[in-house]
């Protein structure tokens, strides 16, 4: 999708190694998000970022960390990967003008597997 | 606790019939409702939002209803089309809360049949 870039698209692991997930906008909006798409589970939360240099947890945090590089880019790493985390990683990008009514813009997903 | 149940899981449609998914919430912050249309291998991409103050959005052949009192939403798909198949989702915020992000449905695997 146009101002969002996810990479990589596809990753394969093994259980315990680690990776960083990249997204890299270029709409100069505030705000980026990390959310996981599990089959019948729809999207859930993992950790946001309101604004460059704050960072915070959403619904499912555990057995992640985030960076809030600047204000284009936002990283999910992975430190010792699980089998759970088997998942398609979509990235998100707001506005973060203070209407929280605006469209949140997606990446194409990362497809990471975890052996 | 699934704050927004969406239903049905799947649904198959014939090429010009109406394709009706449904959702409900359960956290009355919520106020800001937007539907979501993913494509595989894409992702989700807004189709159409609605707020509480009003009972209805139309834009093009799809439209919410929103009944505020029941705390539930629907999209209404119109003279469904082959190229409407894909997944939605609804979703919800509390648009006065912080910088957190949506609250969405499981997702409903839509198929229009020619």
């Known amino acids: 999708n146009a101002g969002v870039t996810q990479t990589p698209k596809f990753q394969v692991l093994k259980t315990g190694q680690s990776m960083t997930l990249q997204c890299a906008q270029d709409?100069?909006?505030?705000?980026m998000y990390w959310y996981r798409q599990d089959p019948g589970m729809g999207l859930r939360l993992i950790y946001y970022?309101?604004?460059?240099?704050?960072?915070d947890k959403g619904e499912v945090p555990n057995g992640y960390n985030v960076s809030r590089l600047n204000k284009r880019e936002f990283s999910l790493r992975l430190e010792s990967a699980a089998p759970s985390q088997t998942s398609v990683y979509f990235c998100?990008?707001?506005?973060?003008?203070?209407?929280?009514?605006?469209?949140?813009?997606f990446g194409d997903g990362t497809r990471l597997s975890i052996l | 606790q699934q704050q927004v149940k969406q239903s049905p899981q799947s649904l198959i449609v014939q090429k010009g019939g109406i394709s009706i998914i449904n959702c409900a919430y359960e956290?009355?912050?919520?106020?800001?409702f937007p539907w979501y249309q993913q494509f595989p291998g894409k992702g989700p991409a807004l189709l159409i939002a609605?707020?509480?103050?009003?009972s209805e959005k139309k834009e093009g052949r799809f439209t919410i209803s929103f009944n505020k009192s029941a705390k539930q939403f629907s999209l209404h798909i119109m003279d469904s089309q082959p190229g409407d198949s894909a997944t939605y989702f609804c979703?919800?915020?509390?648009?006065?809360?912080?910088?957190?992000?949506?609250?969405f449905g499981k997702g409903t695997h839509l198929i229009i049949q020619p």
């Open positions: 998100a990008i707001e506005q973060g003008d203070g209407f929280r009514t605006r469209p949140q813009h």
């Open positions: 709409m100069n909006h505030n705000s």
């Open positions: 970022s309101a604004s460059e240099g704050t960072t």
């Open positions: 956290n009355t912050a919520f106020d800001y």
């Open positions: 609605i707020r509480p103050d009003v």
């Open positions: 979703a919800a915020r509390d648009s006065g809360g912080g910088a957190d992000g949506l609250t």
